[in-house]
C-alpha cells in the first residue's frame, strides 16, 4: 500500500546533539518530498522539499534532508539542535508528479515529537 | 511576506450546529487545500480548489461543503456537527508544488 513511514514517535535529544528524522515512503514512482514542523497549537512551517536533482537539499532553521532512492527515504538532519527546534516534525509527499491544477494534495506520515533537553 | 489568513482562529459549536471556516490564501496563488487535523493525528487532506473551481476530494464528509469565490478566498462549511468534528482545520494555498498553511480554525464540538 502506498504510504509514508515516520518510525519514530518521540525523540529526545539534548541541546547542542545532532538530529536524524527518519522517513520512508512507498509509491510507485518517487513523489515529491516534504519536511514541515508543526509548534503545538501551531500551522505548519515548511523546512525544506525535495522535488529532482541534488539529493541533499539545504532547508531553513539548519535543517538538510537528504533523499535516497534506493533506501525510498527522505531523512532530516541537523547538525547541532537548539531547545526552539522542539516540535512536531511531519514528513510529506505530493505522490503525483507533474500534475498541477490542485491535485497535488499532501499525504502526511504519522510525525515524529521533538524533545530537546538543556 | 504576505501570508495564509484563516479565521476564525478557535471556534466553539454544539453538536449538531453549523460552522463556517475561512481561509484567504497568499496573493496570486491560485490553489488552496483544505486539511483536518485531528488530535494527536498527522492532517489528512479534505478538498481542493484550482482557478475557483473543485479539483480534488478526500475524506470530507458530506456534511461538509467548501467553496472557492471570486477573489480566491475559500469557505468550508461544515452542518450538523458531530464531537468527532473536533480538530484543527487547515488551509495552505499554493502556486507550484509547494504548500504554504494558514495558522489553522481550532474547532471545538461540544
Known amino acids: 500500500a502506498q504510504s509514508v513511514t515516520q518510525p519514530d514517535i518521540h525523540i529526545t535529544v539534548s541541546e547542542g546533539a545532532s538530529l536524524e528524522l527518519r522517513c520512508n515512503y512507498s509509491?510507485?514512482?518517487?513523489?515529491?518530498l516534504f519536511w514541515y514542523v508543526q509548534s503545538p497549537g501551531q500551522g505548519l512551517q515548511l523546512l525544506l522539499k525535495y522535488f529532482s536533482g541534488d539529493t541533499l537539499v539545504q532547508g531553513i532553521k539548519g535543517f538538510e534532508a537528504e533523499f535516497k532512492r534506493s533506501q525510498s527515504s527522505f531523512n532530516l538532519r541537523k547538525p547541532s539542535v537548539h531547545w526552539s527546534d522542539a516540535a512536531e516534525y511531519f514528513c510529506?509527499?505530493?505522490?503525483?508528479?507533474?500534475?498541477?491544477?490542485?491535485?497535488?494534495?499532501?499525504?502526511f506520515g504519522a510525525g515524529t515529537r521533538l524533545a530537546v533537553h538543556p | 511576506a504576505a501570508g495564509v489568513i484563516q479565521s476564525p482562529r478557535h471556534l466553539i459549536k454544539e453538536k449538531r450546529e453549523t460552522a463556517t471556516l475561512k481561509c484567504y490564501p497568499i496573493p496570486r496563488h491560485d490553489t488552496v487545500y483544505w486539511y483536518q487535523q485531528g488530535p494527536g493525528q498527522d492532517p489528512q487532506f479534505l478538498i481542493s480548489?484550482?482557478?475557483?473551481?473543485?479539483?480534488d476530494k478526500g475524506s470530507i464528509p458530506d456534511r461538509f461543503s467548501a467553496q472557492q469565490f471570486s477573489d480566491y478566498h475559500s469557505e468550508l462549511n461544515m452542518s450538523s456537527l458531530e464531537l468527532g468534528d473536533s480538530a484543527l482545520y487547515f488551509c495552505a494555498s499554493s502556486l507550484n508544488y509547494e504548500q504554504y498553511f494558514g495558522p489553522g480554525t481550532r474547532l471545538t464540538v461540544t
Open positions: 480548489f484550482y482557478e475557483k473551481m473543485q479539483s
Open positions: 509509491y510507485g514512482a518517487t513523489p515529491y
Open positions: 510529506a509527499v505530493v505522490p503525483l508528479r507533474g500534475f498541477s491544477g490542485g491535485y497535488n494534495k499532501l499525504i
